[in-house]
Each structure stands twice: as structure tokens, then as C-alpha cells.
């Protein structure tokens, strides 16, 4: 019962280095999501997917890339990290279906600091 | 666009008593879903309580209540008999089918329960 599992949970970067961020959900949900969270601005949409093949920016793509090429991973990659990039990052997922209880699935994080 | 606003950083609540959120939100959308997700200190995501912007009836999930004031774009969730593990950021989100099944977020309250 993984539901969406989110790796690593913890990194450190230095400026201009490049990672990927992993998000697998094993619910065949259509609808995934990237998040970053900052101290007092909520939750913000990075990029989202409506299923394999998929993606489409949020608000704030910068700086950011995704793919999809199954239904059940879509990584986040970092090209050049900045300070600016620093952030709680957050992956979820959503089936879709508002008929049955619609919501979103999250990970359980990764804080990213980039020094 | 779509916004959602908490207008209260920061709450706190004595142990027993009971405590309301606020949040408010923007939109020409008609169909629509709203929820609280919860997030305490382990950082995870977890939902509290879901309605549908059709149902006039306001949810109830055990101590957890909203009051939905649709033509006032208000959506206030109510912590009855307040207990220390309710100490958390609670986040008020809404979700818009039309949008790509976008979810978006307020900034966040940060209740805190004390003994």
C-alpha cells in the first residue's frame, strides 16, 4: 500500500549542480503533480501531467523540467540549481475521477537546499 | 485567475476549545471542489475534510466542520474540542476540473493547541 513514494527526502546541491527528483504512485492515477513549498506561500504548481505521454507547466516551471513516460513515474529534474530553488518539494498524484472522492495523494517530500 | 486566501497566518486555540479558519477564494468557476489538507510537523500531507461546491450541505468529518458560503467565496473549516495533535499548518485548496484537474493552495495557517 506505497501510494506515492517521493525520493530523496533530504539533498544538498551547490549552485549550477543538476538532480532528479523520483516520483512513483502505484494508484493508476491519470494526474500527477509537482509542488515546492516556501515558507509562508503555500503551495505552489511547478508542472503537472493528465497522464503518460503528458505535461504541461504550472506556475512556476522555471528553472525546472518533468516527463511522463508511464503512468506511474514522473521525475522532476533541476538543470542548474539556484538558491532560489531551495524549497520543500512535494509530488502528488490525483485519479481524476470527481465522482469517487476526488483528492490529492502527496508524497512525503524532499527538502532541497542549494548553497 | 484563481486565488485562495488565508488571511491568518498564525492561530492559537487552548486544548478543548474550539477554533475556526478562515479562507476565501476567487473565481467564475461554478463547478468546483474545495478541501483542507492538514500538515504537522513530520511534513506530510494529509487531507481533512472535501465538498463539492454543488452540495449546500456543509461537511462534517468527526471534530472537523466547514461552514461553505458559496456566494460569499468563503470556506471556513472548525476545529471542535481542539487536541494537541491537531497542532499543524492547515492549508484550504480548491480543485478545478475544467483547469487540467489543477489543485491550488492558500498560504497556509499554523494552529497551534495549547495544554
Known amino acids: 500500500n506505497a501510494g506515492v513514494t517521493q525520493t530523496p527526502k533530504f539533498r544538498i546541491l551547490k549552485i549550477g549542480q543538476s538532480m532528479t527528483l523520483q516520483c512513483t504512485q502505484d494508484?493508476?492515477?491519470?494526474?500527477m503533480y509537482w509542488y515546492r513549498q516556501d515558507p509562508g506561500m503555500g503551495l505552489k504548481l511547478i508542472y503537472y501531467?493528465?497522464?503518460?505521454?503528458?505535461?504541461d507547466k504550472g506556475e512556476v516551471p522555471n528553472g525546472y523540467n518533468v516527463s511522463r513516460s508511464t503512468t506511474e513515474d514522473f521525475p522532476l529534474r533541476l538543470e542548474l540549481a539556484a538558491p532560489s530553488q531551495t524549497s520543500v518539494y512535494f509530488c502528488?498524484?490525483?485519479?481524476?475521477?470527481?465522482?469517487?472522492?476526488?483528492?490529492?495523494?502527496f508524497g512525503s517530500g524532499t527538502q532541497l537546499s542549494v548553497l | 485567475a484563481q486565488t485562495v486566501t488565508q488571511s491568518q497566518p498564525e492561530m492559537s486555540v487552548q486544548e478543548a476549545e474550539t477554533v475556526t479558519l478562515s479562507c476565501t477564494y476567487d473565481t467564475s468557476e461554478n463547478n468546483y471542489y474545495l478541501f483542507w489538507y492538514k500538515q504537522p510537523p513530520s511534513r506530510q500531507m494529509i487531507l481533512v475534510i472535501r465538498q463539492e461546491a454543488y452540495k449546500q450541505q456543509n461537511a462534517t468529518e468527526n471534530r472537523f466542520s466547514v461552514n461553505f458560503q458559496k456566494a460569499a467565496k468563503s470556506f471556513s473549516l472548525k476545529i471542535s474540542d481542539s487536541q494537541l495533535g491537531d497542532t499543524a499548518m492547515y492549508f484550504c485548496a480548491f480543485l478545478y476540473p475544467n483547469t487540467g484537474n489543477q489543485f491550488y493552495f492558500g498560504t497556509g495557517t499554523s494552529l497551534t493547541v495549547i495544554p
Open positions: 501531467s493528465v497522464g503518460a505521454g503528458i505535461t
Open positions: 494508484m493508476n492515477h491519470n494526474y
Open positions: 502528488a498524484s490525483s485519479s481524476g475521477l470527481y465522482a469517487t472522492n476526488e483528492k490529492l495523494f
